[in-house]
């Protein structure tokens, strides 16, 4: 059983199109984030969301925002996509109070051209 | 803003030699994790630390963390060419802007070569 899944693999598009990535966790866990990883390999945290409560990396553009249907799912919205937003983008989970110990989903692959 | 400073960024070396990988900060974590991601797919977690001088083993690899609990080790006795991979050393804690999750290092690129 897959437990933190992503779609689609690969994302290929044109600058200014808007585009969604859809993460779903079957672990039960209470916090679902995003992540970025950049071209050189570099984690780095967009966004966590916890029981309604989403927290912001203020270095992140406002044209990312991420919609939460329910507990099990956070998706990610981008807005008039730049080239800068080509990376590979995570979703992951944990279960506050334990660690912070985050499973990862298998990334998204965003190709801006 | 908590910074990881990882050591090395590349390290290749020959089966059977034993490394070790460095993960240190100017800050205090609550908890230290090492993730090894692979091409292709996210980080999977290898280990937690949490106590000041902890040591941790898994099969070959050793993980310990710092009196001060701002540094870790990875150490991999005997490597194989399975161990190659990406290595991310994580702290729990806020990560700048306000963000709630984990600060990444930017990671050690192990290649073992048979």
């Known amino acids: 059983d897959t437990a933190v899944s992503q779609t689609p693999k690969y994302l290929v598009t044109q600058m200014g199109n808007d585009k969604s990535i859809k993460c779903e966790q079957n672990?039960?866990?209470?916090?679902m984030y995003w992540y970025k990883q950049d071209s050189k390999k570099f984690l780095k945290i967009m966004f966590s969301y916890n029981n309604k409560e989403l927290i912001i990396n203020e270095t992140v553009p406002n044209r990312f925002s991420p919609k939460s249907p329910d507990k099990a799912h956070l998706n990610l919205h981008i807005n008039s996509l730049e080239l800068g937003d080509s990376a590979v983008y995570f979703c992951?989970?944990?279960?506050?109070?334990?660690?912070?110990?985050?499973?990862f989903g298998p990334g998204t692959r965003l190709t801006v051209t | 803003t908590q910074l990881l400073e990882q050591s090395p960024q590349f390290l290749s070396i020959q089966e059977g030699e034993n490394l070790t990988v460095y993960c240190n900060s100017s800050?205090?974590?609550?908890?230290l994790q090492w993730y090894r991601q692979e091409p292709g797919e996210g980080p999977v977690l290898l280990v937690t630390?949490?106590?000041?001088?902890e040591v941790k083993k898994l099969k070959r690899l050793t993980f310990q963390f710092g009196d001060a609990r701002k540094d870790s080790s990875l150490h991999i006795t005997a490597a194989q060419p399975g161990d190659t991979g990406l290595y991310l050393c994580?702290?729990?804690?806020?990560?700048?802007?306000?963000?709630?999750?984990?600060?990444f290092g930017k990671g050690t690129h192990l290649i073992i070569q048979p």
């Open positions: 800050s205090v974590f609550s908890s």
């Open positions: 630390v949490v106590t000041g001088g």
């Open positions: 994580a702290g729990e804690g806020y990560s700048g802007g306000g963000a709630d999750g984990l600060t």
């Open positions: 672990l039960g866990h209470d916090t």
């Open positions: 992951a989970s944990s279960q506050r109070g334990l660690l912070y110990e985050q499973y």
